[in-house]
């Protein structure tokens, strides 16, 4: 592994007890690769642990999965990819909760938040991952498959961490209502919206209250799923796998396309004037939202990795920011 560490700007993540987060994590989606519904396509297990390795060796000190990605696989592989880091050069983990699969790898996952799925889905997670505590313990998606009161699902959350089997407990793709009610009950660290300057939704509403609140802000798809890329085209989407769900999902389609492409290319004069790429000027603009602790960057390579670094480092000025905000 390349070892860089200690240059990466840290932020802390609302108010656990968690060391200071990098401002950019690795996300492990696509490590769990095409055999579900939800998948990007073919992805050597091999090169997501060589991309683990070289995240880690170059100062990355997070890392996001869930057991949704790849029905379990991406959270082995993660495993995997951690037994051969010393234990005092080990990343923070965080993972998921919330969904629940069959046998059957094409049906539709199932929004489960009974207590007793909880603690089933992290002792089984604490396996995979080959861990003894989860860093952080994010419920994945709002339950709205089994009637479970999102009060009871959270005392569950509670009970894990009082237990010890987690450090910290947060939530993801959470309302401010339903951010309301944890926050309420206490423990709240974290919420995982998503942000890009395609969907900024969270700007308007989940962001400002966690500011408010102390909570900290991890948001995911900052690159839009790789349309806020220079390889992305029409050309590009039609090259994709029938595999990756993005085939299929309208932002990938016109007339979404031309307009989220016309996004991108509106970035291209900052990125020049930077010296870096239009993908660490989009993520850099996520970075630079105020409440905003850490960004989540899908790689699946190492030189992915590398190339995604220099947005934790770029400082957008307010003119740049003027000008995407203008044109953007």
Known sequence: MTDRRGDLPLRRLGRASLPPITRLG???????????????????????????HEAVGLGINWIDTAPEYGLSHSEK???????AIPTSERPLIFTKCGMAWGHDANAPTTHDLRPESIRRE???SLRRLGIDVIDLYQIHWPDVDTGTALEASW??????????LVRAVGVSNFSVGELEICHGRGALTSVQPPLSLVSRAALQDVIP???????????????????????????WVASLPSSDWRKSDPDFRDPRLTHNLAIRDSLLRIAKRHQTSVSCVAIGWVL???GVTAAIGGARSPQQVREMLSAARLELSTADLDEIRLRA
């Open 26 to 52: 690795l996300g492990t989606w696509a490590f769990g690769g095409s055999r579900w519904s939800w998948g990007w396509g073919p992805q050597d297990d091999e090169l997501s642990t060589q991309t683990i």
């Open 77 to 83: 592989v993660v495993g995997t990819a951690l037994r």
């Open 122 to 124: 992290c002792e089984s």
């Open 155 to 164: 005392d569950a959350m509670l009970r894990l961490q009082s237990d010890g």
């Open 209 to 235: 209250w966690a500011a408010s609140h102390q909570v900290g802000v991890i948001a995911y798809s900052p690159l839009h799923s790789g349309m806020l890329t220079s390889k992305a085209s029409p050309e």
């Open 288 to 290: 630079a939202q105020p």
